[in-house]
């Protein structure tokens, strides 16, 4: 009988794609990276508990373009500063990605609020420009000149929290307890540059993040990066006390009653 490929796979098949995977090079990615200060009220608000604000209410707008073997990637983020406990890292509202690949995993694995977007990183001389748009809204643009190079940054250790979870089959609640999780990434840099410019943010019904308005502009570079990440299981969470937000992870809350109609293939 010929090979059924939704069959199931044995176990040495399975062995050469986690070796093979484990002997990808590193790839690098060049972004812009925008950071500044919104109202502490505003991120008191976003944050999920256990979720708690930092001493400064900064947002992070990343957005990238990474050199895939055989199809470049654009991947983008908007996060604001938290903290779990006594460690600090950064809570993403959403995750722009440009392929279906970059979503699977990073929303089924790790949690990420990831979603299909346009994501562009322009340079021409020392002018930039990049943006995340969805629903034909650019809700994030930066844009600016080149004003220097800046001093390479030693390898960092970055954390990223996220919430894992299923919505209910019967459409309440969820399908057991949802988990927080630290994404844990190895930065390296290999190129990195200020940028003079600003931030424009769009009035969009999907992506709201002209909710953290910029306050003070912290700072805005391009530059040339590798990462590498690991994801582990903090705690289980409220289930409670995580349902208000999880209207965050979709466009229309709604959605997840969607389902097929009864008798449909």
């Known amino acids: 009988m010929a090979r059924v490929r939704y069959g199931a796979r044995t176990e040495a098949e399975a062995a050469a794609a986690r070796e093979r995977s484990s002997r990808l090079p590193d790839i690098w990615s060049t972004g812009v990276v925008a950071v500044w200060e919104t109202d502490p009220d505003v991120v008191a608000a976003i944050l999920p508990p256990p979720l708690k604000p930092t001493a400064r209410p900064l947002v992070r707008a990343n957005i990238s373009r990474v050199d895939l073997p055989g199809y470049p990637l654009g991947a983008g983020s908007v996060a604001v500063a938290a903290a779990h406990g006594d460690r600090e890292g950064w809570y993403p509202l959403v995750m ?30 020392l002018v930039v420009s990049a943006s995340l748009a969805r629903h034909g809204i650019a809700f994030v643009e930066v844009r600016g000149a080149v004003s220097g190079p800046l001093p390479l940054p030693g390898p960092v250790e970055k954390t990223d929290f996220y919430f894992k979870f299923l919505p209910g089959v019967d459409g309440t609640g969820f399908d057991g307890d949802p988990v927080l999780v630290h994404c844990v990434r190895n930065e390296k840099v290999r190129k990195l540059e200020k940028v003079t410019g600003d931030v424009i943010l769009r009035e969009s019904m999907y992506d ?58």
């Open 96 to 125: 722009p990605m440009t392929h279906e690949r970059a979503l699977i995993g990073g929303r089924e694995v790790f949690g990420e609020p990831k979603k299909l977007g346009e994501v562009t990183v322009e340079r021409e001389g």
């Open 208 to 265: 709201p993040v002209a909710d953290l308005p910029v306050r003070r502009l912290v700072e805005i570079t391009i530059g040339e990066k590798t990462t590498d990440q690991r994801g582990t299981v903090a705690e289980r969470v409220s289930a409670q006390a995580l349902l208000p937000y999880i209207h965050q992870r979709y466009d229309d809350p709604l959605q997840i009653l969607d389902g097929p109609p009864e008798g449909s293939a």
